[in-house]
Structures are given as structure tokens and as C-alpha cells.
């Protein structure tokens, strides 16, 4: 992100509001808040800080710190987090597992978990990129049986 931006507040400012705090995709929220630093005004800081403390996908909390560093804000880059980044998400992923039948294979469980659980499955797609696959097939393969 360069440190260009233009005081002021967005035309399509609701637009980038909503994309920003768009829980099911966390392309769109990361979109929204490359856009969002190039527009200096106290809502787009507000939308930016929020999603520098809160959002679960690194990619976009590092993307907010960056806006917000290029307003002149006082910030501190969060830390990455580490272990599960959603709650209970080994319990979830085992129902989802013991939903389907008996000898199902890798790819119907990761189907299962995308229709199922959108938002969790879009947090890991956000914060495991390339490596979504391999993770997802070792958690599946150490999910306990019924």
C-alpha cells in the first residue's frame, strides 16, 4: 500500500462500509479496507481500526494497520494469532464429519464445511491460503470416528 491517500470521505463510503465488515468474505473486507486508506476521514479511520483489532484474517488486520500508519495513526502492529482461530472449531468440524456417511472422502467433507460453515471455512481459507488443503485433510483425518 503506498502512502498517498485524499482527505476526505468516499463517495461509495457505504459501499466499502458494508464490503468491510462483510463476514463471509474476507477478500471483500480486504478490498474494502485497501480502498478505505486511500481516503483520509475519521469514518474510514474508524472502519480501519476496527478491523485492525478485530478481524480473524491476518492479511486484513495487516492491511488496516497499514492505512492507518500511512493517516499518521499512533498503531501497533497486532500479533498473529496462534492455535484455533475460532472457538469450538475441532467440535464443529467433528459434527460435520460424523453428518456424513460412513467411507466418505476427503473432498465431501471440505464441501460439507463450506456449505455449512461459510464464514468459519472463509476465516481458514483466509488465514491458511495454499496450505488450506493440507490442513484441513490433517484435522479431518484426526477427527475422531462416531
Not at 36 to 61: A, F, G, H, P, T
Not at 105 to 122: A, G, H, I, L
Request: charged fraction near 35%.
Amino acid at each position: 500500500m503506498n502512502n498517498k491517500y485524499t482527505e476526505g470521505k468516499p463517495n461509495n463510503y457505504e459501499e466499502l462500509k458494508n464490503d468491510a465488515n462483510n463476514r463471509s468474505s474476507w477478500r471483500t473486507r480486504l478490498e474494502a479496507v485497501k480502498e478505505l486508506s486511500k481516503w483520509k476521514c475519521q469514518e474510514s479511520k474508524d472502519i480501519l481500526w476496527r478491523r485492525m483489532n478485530s478481524d480473524d484474517v491476518y492479511s486484513v488486520k495487516h492491511a488496516a494497520f497499514l492505512g492507518l500508519q500511512s493517516f499518521g495513526e499512533n498503531v501497533k502492529l497486532p500479533k498473529k494469532k496462534s492455535g484455533n482461530l475460532i472457538k469450538d472449531i475441532n467440535k464443529n468440524l467433528a459434527k460435520i464429519k460424523n453428518s456424513l456417511p460412513e467411507g466418505h472422502d476427503f473432498s465431501e467433507f471440505k464441501e460439507k464445511f463450506k456449505q455449512t460453515k461459510p464464514v468459519e471455512y472463509d476465516t481458514y481459507d483466509g488465514d491458511k491460503g495454499n496450505k488450506l488443503d493440507s490442513w484441513l485433510e490433517n484435522v479431518w483425518k484426526s477427527l475422531p470416528k462416531k
